[in-house]
Nanobody, 114 residues
Framework: QVQLVESGGGLVQPGGSLRLSCAAS????????MGWYRQAPGKEREFVATISSSGGSTTYADSVKGRFTISRDNVKKTVYLEMNSLKPEDTAVYYCKARLTRYWGQGTQVTVSS
């Protein structure tokens, strides 16, 4: 029973911040690269960030570099996405995923609007 559950989304003003969480269960979380992806209405799902199994290496899409930070806690089996300086174009459903698997969460809605 692999499960990934995202939380922390909501409505925020431009320039604001949110912290997303993804709680994992049912697989060896500490062995996997984890990633965040997002999908806006009418657009393809796109890569946002990844983090290595130990948390020692990260990658980011150019559109979020310098504003978002991915992290993980292998004891809590949770991956996080800290989002700062949010823009309307960040509005999307955000998903977490385990690399090289079909393990997706249900998504959490982030809406950036005044």
């Amino acid at each position: 029973q692999v499960q990934l559950v995202e939380s922390g989304g909501g409505l925020v003003q431009p320039g604001g911040s949110l912290r997303l969480s993804c709680a994992a269960s049912g697989f060896t979380f500490s062995s996997y690269v984890m990633g965040w992806y997002r999908q806006a209405p009418g657009k393809e799902r796109e890569f946002v960030a990844t983090i290595s199994s130990s948390g020692g290496s990260t990658t980011y899409a150019d559109s979020v570099k310098g504003r978002f930070t991915i992290s993980r806690d292998n004891v809590k089996k949770t991956v996080y996405l800290e989002m700062n300086s949010l823009k309307p174009e960040d509005t999307a459903v955000y998903y977490c995923k385990a690399r090289l698997t079909r393990y997706w969460g249900q998504g959490t809605q982030v809406t950036v609007s005044s």
